[in-house]
């Protein structure tokens, strides 16, 4: 299956995609999280990017198009993926349209944009393999430190309140078409965010049988 989770900064896609991700064994690709990884490298693409980042604006097209194309021409890809983060603009949907990918499902994850807010001030990423956690939703077992791999949490730099604003202006204005450009061609399901991430959990499972 080829899905695709959309849904505002902070709205739970990554957390959604590792569900998904132990439920139907695909992997689940995140575009920031490839570019996180690029930056802590210090690689071409981690220098290209991250004056974008940081500034809370979107990486220009053309660079995760390309990241993406390397991505899912991978083995691993063969039997279905995960989009976590991508497309986030029309013509991001339209670079998957022209690679001849077909998509089987869209789940869009609805949050008021003031939960957001105190959602992402809260969260705590991993530096080591980017997995996310909050300091009251989903605290990790150890603070400080990750459950997977011990490696340390951290409040990204773009999880700072004033980027977050900014993200979800950019957001509004340039991913959020995308829901109607998926509702036309039947494939998007929209999932209500839930104060507990189980719930959003069961909804989820429900929108992949649906
Ligand atoms: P979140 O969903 O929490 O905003 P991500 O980790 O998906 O975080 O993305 C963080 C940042 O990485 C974005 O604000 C943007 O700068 C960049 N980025 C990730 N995916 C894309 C994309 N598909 N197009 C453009 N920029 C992207
Ligand atoms: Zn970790």
Same mark, same amino acid.
């Given at each position: 299956m080829n899905l695709i989770l959309l849904g #505002?900064? &902070? #709205? &739970?896609k990554g957390t959604q995609a590792e569900v998904i991700c132990d439920h139907l064994n695909i992997p689940a690709i995140s575009t920031g999280n490839i570019i996180r990884e690029a930056l802590k490298n210090g690689t071409e693409l981690g220098l290209k990017a991250k004056s974008y980042m940081d500034s809370g604006a979107l990486v220009p097209d053309e660079v995760v198009i390309d990241i993406i194309k390397e991505r899912l021409s991978?083995? *691993? /890809?063969q039997n279905g993926f995960i989009l976590d983060?991508?497309?986030?603009t029309v013509p991001q949907a339209e670079a998957l349209d022209a690679m001849g990918v077909k998509i089987d499902k869209v789940i869009d994850i609805e949050v008021a944009d003031e939960k957001i807010m105190k959602r992402l001030s809260g969260r705590r990423v991993c530096q080591e393999c980017g997995a996310s956690y909050h300091i009251d939703y989903k605290p990790s077992?150890?603070? &400080?430190? /990750? *459950?997977? /791999?011990?490696g340390e949490t951290v409040l990204r730099k773009d999880d700072h309140p004033d980027t977050i604003k900014e993200r979800l202006e950019v957001y509004h204005e340039q991913t959020e078409p995308l829901k109607d450009y998926y509702a036309k061609t039947g494939k998007l399901t929209i999932v209500e965010g839930q104060e507990e991430v189980k719930d959003t959990t069961a909804l989820t499972l429900k929108a992949l049988e649906a």
């Open positions: #505002a900064p &902070g #709205a &739970g991978k083995d *691993d /890809c983060g991508f497309p986030r077992k150890v603070e &400080g430190k /990750c *459950d997977k /791999c011990n």
